[in-house]
């Protein structure tokens, strides 16, 4: 078995190639390849939440993994990551686990990469200003992956937490200069918002974190933060607004308050829902319909995004010879 550590992990899959992993899986699961149960979560009151995501990716790929990833808020007090993820990822042939990978690093660069595809597919060409909510674990893959993308000059970052604002900026600034942007505060939601192209939401918030009657014309949202049917993002204002796609309809339907929350008052009917961003690309679905469509890309994850990623890691690590092997038998 192949161990791969977080540092390893990083080198093993840069941004673009990321994104052309998650639009890899996105194809996938679009023409059916893929099998995936809709993951299945143990809450541990007080604690947090230990999550199964298993996937079968068949195709030129043909192997099983899973995913297990907790969500322990406690653990930031502790100076251990909120977010503790494994993958492993089995042999086709044997059935043995081939591989254990460090999953909180698989999960920042293909969820990043998730926003990266969806904005690379959706978001007008000539987007320049984006706004990022949300300055966590996730929000350093997610600013890397809309600069990858799109001419970006300007993020600006907002976090409800202020004091994280200029912590960030200073600890991401690489990052955005080697693309060729600056980084600033916002002082407001609306602050970020007014005038954006790209706006990306990775938050822990449980309300919409702006008022989406004030998005611009044109812009192409990342919704990436709420998981549960109790927590949204994003508000019905926005979403009656959009042309909306979701990475995998059976998990946002199970899981995103963004929508049941709306949905279950009536503001907003799920019917509308465009549908899955792999049917964009397979070319059996129309993406962005004009310059002035406002679209939006929500995401819950699911572990065929993990499975394809863990796989080009994994491929990659054997054509470098990185990593460590062990024998447990
Ligand atoms: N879609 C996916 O595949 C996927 C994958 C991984 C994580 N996530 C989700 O992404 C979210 C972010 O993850 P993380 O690891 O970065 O979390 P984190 O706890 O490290 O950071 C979350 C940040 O959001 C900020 N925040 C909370 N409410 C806000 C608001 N209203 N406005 C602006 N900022 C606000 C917090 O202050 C914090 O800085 C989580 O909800 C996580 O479950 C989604």
Redesign the pocket.
């Known amino acids: 078995m192949l161990l791969l550590n977080a540092s390893e992990v990083k080198k093993l899959l840069p941004m673009k190639e990321a994104i052309e992993a998650d639009k890899r899986a996105f194809l996938l699961h679009s023409a059916g390849a893929t099998e995936v149960p809709v993951r299945s979560g143990f809450e541990m009151p007080g604690r947090g939440t230990v999550l199964f995501m298993p996937a079968y990716v068949k195709g030129d790929i043909g192997r099983a993994g899973i995913k297990i990833v907790s969500?322990f808020p406690g653990n930031r007090d502790k100076g251990l990551p909120?977010?503790p993820a494994q993958v492993l990822l089995t042999d086709p042939e044997t059935g043995e686990v081939a591989a254990l990978i460090n999953g909180s690093e698989v999960?920042r660069i293909r969820?990043g990469a998730?926003s990266g595809a969806a904005t690379d597919i959706l978001a007008r060409k000539t987007s320049s200003v984006a706004a990022l909510?949300?300055?966590?674990?996730?929000?350093p893959s997610q600013l890397e992956a809309i600069l990858c993308v799109r001419p970006v000059k300007e993020v600006r970052v907002?976090?409800?937490?202020e004091c994280?604002i200029v912590p960030f900026i200073e600890d991401n600034k690489a990052i955005a200069e080697k693309y060729g942007a600056k980084l600033a505060a916002a002082k407001s939601?609306d602050a970020a918002i007014d005038g954006a192209d790209i706006i990306t939401t990775?938050?822990?918030?449980k309300?919409p974190?702006f008022d989406g009657s004030r998005v611009a014309p044109g812009a192409h949202v990342n919704a990436?933060?709420?998981?549960t049917p109790e927590a949204r993002e994003l508000d019905e204002a926005l979403l009656n607004r959009a042309r909306v796609f979701v990475d995998n309809s059976e998990a946002v339907l199970a899981e995103a308050g963004d929508f049941l929350i709306p949905a279950s008052s009536g503001a907003y009917d799920i019917k509308n829902i465009a549908g899955e961003i792999g049917d964009v690309l397979a070319g059996k679905l129309a993406g962005r319909g004009g310059e002035k469509e406002i679209t939006v890309l929500k995401?819950?994850?699911y572990a065929v995004l993990d499975v394809v990623a863990a796989y080009q890691i994994y491929k990659n690590a054997l054509e470098r010879g990185v990593g460590t092997e062990i024998d447990i038998q």
């Open positions: 969500v909120v977010v999960t969820t998730i909510f949300g300055t966590g674990g996730q929000a907002y976090d409800s937490l994280r939601p990775a938050t822990t918030s309300e974190v990436v933060g709420s998981f995401t819950v994850g």
